[in-house]
């Protein structure tokens, strides 16, 4: 048996310019962290020869072409494996909430079934191949920052080419500064979940008009100034007042990305404390996330009536294989 364990992921800033209708006039980029939250993945060896994969249905399939799941179908296909296996995945919070939980996936499974094999597989190689089937064969209308993110974990810096070329870059910080970025973040669930597609090719559409295409590139410079504020000594209260301008340039593309119910929380959240935030995802829904100075905490929480929440906590890790059993098939 092996057991994968793949971060999922909060975007701070860029989001929306690793959508080819930017980045293929200009460099997109986008500053993200990798959550200790996670999606587990397990491949082991089945007696029967058939395919069982467990999600949130259970499926038993002859035959790989007959698998439901895409992402599965899909890394089956490209790993040369099928027949003979059991595969389930587990995440610790639901789609839809703006984590990046299908490209978290699509790395998850890339990574145990190629451990499965044998191979050593580096994060580029896990990144690129879930683009591949997330975007090239799917035909997802998503951008590419997710299954970096989820490939490389920790804070990094994320740039995207023109030739579709993907650059990573690892911010330099203080520990002290993400130990104090841990303290002041909140993330909390708006009850709402959403199917980011819809709004993502809605937003790609949106793009090739002028106006909203100089707010992309408005987004892109904010996460380079994001990244000078965290990196070095670090200044937080200057990096949650660009979190708050990000959300405000965000929001005015449209397309669904917020509504009244989340402009009303994000309101009464700034009013309580917060000096910045936004919505995580492409909007919608999901998670919102929130920095003020911990003193505050309390009294936001107070005001957004004690929604559900997750900790802020950073992975310093990528996608990894956490458990190997020494029986590979019978």
């Known amino acids: 048996m092996i057991i994968s364990q793949t971060p999922y992921r909060v975007s701070f800033a860029g989001g929306g310019t690793d959508l080819p209708v930017f980045y293929m006039q200009e460099p997109g980029a986008v500053l993200s962290v990798g959550l200790k939250h996670h999606m587990y993945v397990t491949v ?19 035959a790989v072409d007959d698998i439901q799941h895409t992402i599965v179908r899909e890394a089956l296909r490209m790993t040369g494996l099928g027949k003979h296996l059991e595969i389930t995945t587990i995440g610790d919070v639901p789609a839809g909430t703006g984590l990046g939980s299908s490209s978290s996936l699509a790395v998850g499974l890339l990574s145990a079934l190629y ?23 799917l035909k997802k209308p998503i951008g590419r920052q997710d299954q970096y993110a989820a490939a490389f974990g920790s804070l990094n810096y994320i740039r995207f080419n023109p030739d579709h070329t993907v650059d990573v870059e690892p911010v330099p910080y203080r520990p002290e500064t993400l ?10 669930y708006t009850q709402q979940q959403r199917d980011a597609d819809k709004i993502l090719v809605q937003q790609s559409a949106e793009t090739q008009k002028k106006d909203k295409f100089t707010v992309l590139k408005a987004m892109r410079d904010l996460a380079g100034e994001m ?17 708050h301008e990000g959300w405000r340039l965000k929001r005015s593309i449209g397309c669904g990305i917020s509504n009244s119910a989340i402009d009303s929380w994000y309101e009464a959240a700034r009013k309580a404390g ?34 559900q929440e997750i900790a802020f906590k950073i992975d310093r890790r990528g996608s990894r294989v956490i458990f190997i059993s020494d029986r590979y098939s019978f």
């Open 44 to 62: 082991s060896p089945r007696f029967k020869e058939s395919t069982r994969v467990a999600y949130t249905k259970t499926e038993i399939c002859d």
């Open 115 to 137: 451990a499965y094999k044998g191979n050593v597989t580096s994060p580029s190689k896990l990144a690129e191949e879930a683009c591949n089937i997330e975007i090239d064969i």
């Open 179 to 188: 130990a104090e970025l841990e303290k002041r973040t909140l993330l909390l």
């Open 227 to 243: 990244r000078t504020a965290i990196s070095g000594e670090g200044d937080l209260d200057a990096f949650a007042g660009l979190l």
């Open 274 to 307: 917060a000096q910045g935030g936004k919505l995580l995802g492409a909007g919608g829904g999901g998670f919102l996330l929130l920095v003020a100075p911990p003193e505050r905490h309390d009294a936001i929480r107070e005001a957004l009536g004690h929604p």
